[in-house]
């Protein structure tokens, strides 16, 4: 089953370093706005939610829960770049695929 969440690109732009800057060097102000679309009840009836706690991000999906570390030095200076890899990598430990796509974000359970 494959879950879509749009993302507006042109409201995620304005939370990027440039334009708002957050000391961080990794966007926390764009990675929170996008894990606060991930808080959702999927079709199944579980639940979805992420967090950052610093520079872990962690994705809950029912029981199951993963987590990463947004890495600049592995996954270049873009922070969207970042935070997707980030994202990616939680969702694999709570055991679903995450994929980024232009104006939208992919799970596939």
């Known amino acids: 089953m494959r879950v879509t969440v749009p993302v507006d690109e042109a409201v995620a732009s304005g939370y ?7 000391g961080s060097g990794l966007g926390v102000n764009y990675a929170d706005h996008m894990l606060k679309l991930l808080k959702l009840t999927l079709p199944d009836g579980r639940k979805l939610s992420a967090r950052r706690r610093g520079l872990k991000i962690t994705i809950v999906i029912g029981d199951r829960a993963g987590e990463a570390i947004m890495r600049r030095l592995d996954h270049g200076p873009d922070v969207s770049t970042i935070l997707a890899a980030a994202l990616a990598e939680a969702a694999h430990g709570a055991g679903v695929a ?12």
């Open 16 to 22: 990027l370093p440039p334009t708002r800057p957050d």
């Open 98 to 109: 995450l994929t980024r796509a232009p104006g939208a974000i992919h799970l596939d359970l």
